[in-house]
Nanobody, 125 residues
Framework: QLQLVESGGGLVQPGGSLRLSCAASGSTLDYYEIGWFRQAPGKEREGVSCISSSGVVTNYADSVKGRFTISRDNDKKMVYLQMNSLKPEDTALYYC??????????????????WGQGTQVTVSS
């Protein structure tokens, strides 16, 4: 069974950067769409960025466009989220997720079946 483990979260000042990693095990990633989602206390879960199985197609939430970059390495079974110019509004628990999708890189959480445990990102002075 596919398992996902996130890492790389932490406390960072506004304007700083973090790189989140998602390590997969138990299955190849070749046929999975991958998404990064986040949830802040009292807020609904939000799709941050998603990437197609090949890595060719990517999507970003408007709130992170130009600041975040998603990437993947199927051979290493790794997915990354580079986060630059971080804002306090980015504070949330970040999850990576995998699923079989008919539309490439669609960031709808109900389309994803496998989820990591989450890594906390806190942006504060």
């Amino acid at each position: 069974q596919l398992q996902l483990v996130e890492s790389g979260g932490g406390l960072v000042q506004p304007g700083g950067s973090l790189r989140l990693s998602c390590a997969a095990s138990g299955s190849t990633l070749d046929y999975y769409e991958i998404g990064w989602f986040r949830q802040a206390p009292g807020k609904e879960r939000e799709g941050v960025s998603c990437i197609s199985s090949s890595g060719v197609v990517t999507n970003y939430a408007d709130s992170v466009k130009g600041r975040f970059t998603i990437s993947r390495d199927n051979d290493k079974k790794m997915v990354y989220l580079q986060m630059n110019s971080l804002k306090p509004e980015d504070t949330a628990l970040y999850y990576c997720a995998a699923g079989f999708l008919t539309i490439q890189a669609m960031c709808a959480d109900y389309e994803y079946d496998h989820w990591g445990q989450g890594t906390q990102v806190t942006v504060s002075s």
